[in-house]
């Protein structure tokens, strides 16, 4: 079966929409064992089943945040991750990814046990 992407978006500037993701993501953490924050200017669901290619206990991808900004992407997943970074499984500070241009960008979290 095909794990599918989750969408609960919200959209704004870094500094509106950081309390509300960060509550999500707080719920997600009592109940997922691990959990990893990211951005992409790709097709959501493309980008999990990278995911899942490379590492397949991920159970979920929720896609929280959804912008035209590049700067403003990467803002808020340096924020999250820099809020979070000793609970989750990133190996790197967030911030610095080569996103779309034109188009959307998105912030989701993978969750798995």
């Given at each position: 079966m095909k794990k599918?992407?989750?969408?609960?978006?919200?959209?704004?500037?870094p500094v509106e929409v950081?309390?509300?993701?960060?509550?999500?993501?707080?719920?997600?953490?009592?109940n997922n064992s691990r959990y990893k924050i990211g951005i992409t200017g790709r097709h959501p669901q493309s980008r999990f089943d990278e995911h899942l290619r490379n590492d397949s206990n991920w159970a979920r991808m929720?896609?929280?945040y959804e912008t035209t900004s590049l700067r403003y992407a990467n803002n808020l997943e340096k924020m999250l991750i820099?809020?979070?970074?000793?609970?989750i499984h990133?190996?790197?500070?967030?911030?610095g990814s080569f996103l779309c241009e034109e188009g959307k960008n998105f912030l989701y979290v993978l969750l798995g046990n």
């Open positions: 599918i992407v989750e969408y609960s978006i919200i959209t704004g500037r950081f309390e509300s993701i960060n509550r999500s993501l707080g719920q997600y953490k009592r929720v896609v929280l820099d809020h979070h970074w000793s609970y990133n190996q790197k500070p967030g911030g």
